[in-house]
């Protein structure tokens, strides 16, 4: 299923920190650099939209989002290894995403597979700037 390319989805639990500009770091499975499913580009300006409803990608049944649209730019994208995180890479993350233990098991939770199912464990470190 494909959602539009210059948004970026967040769920509803992190709202307050998009709302207050704190959530700064975030972290996807798999290589998301454009061309890639869901990727994006450094410098792109995309829409951030907070999820109300999740959808499910294997039934083909889309998120929908609430009234909240903000402007964020992709300030810096790079591809790791999970394992090679540091803790530096978590400066700006939520609360509950804080190493590699916990990344693994929120991106465990949120896509419904684990990371070492995605090749070579790779996941995207997105920094993103607020525009608004």
């Known amino acids: 299923m494909n959602l539009p390319r210059d948004e970026?989805?967040?769920r509803k639990q992190y709202q307050g920190l998009v709302l207050q500009r704190k959530l700064t770091t975030i972290f996807r499975p798999g290589n998301r650099i454009y061309p890639n499913w869901r990727g994006y580009k450094?410098?792109?300006?995309?829409?951030?939209?907070?999820?109300?409803?999740?959808?499910?990608?294997?039934?083909?049944?889309?998120?929908?989002?609430n009234d909240i649209k903000l402007k964020i730019k992709i300030a810096e994208i790079?591809?790791?290894n999970i394992e090679e995180l540091s803790q530096k890479d978590f400066i700006g993350s939520s609360e509950d995403v804080q190493d590699i233990?916990?990344?693994?098991?929120?991106?465990?939770?949120?896509?419904?597979?684990?990371?070492?199912?995605?090749?070579?464990q790779l996941v995207t470190q997105i920094t993103i700037a607020y525009l608004e």
């Open 101 to 120: 233990t916990s990344l693994k098991q929120h991106l465990s939770h949120i896509y419904r597979k684990p990371i070492s199912s995605y090749h070579k």
């Open 42 to 65: 450094p410098g792109e300006v995309v829409t951030l939209r907070v999820i109300e409803k999740v959808g499910d990608d294997a039934k083909k049944i889309p998120p929908t989002f």
């Open 78 to 80: 790079q591809v790791k």
């Open 8 to 10: 970026m989805a967040f």
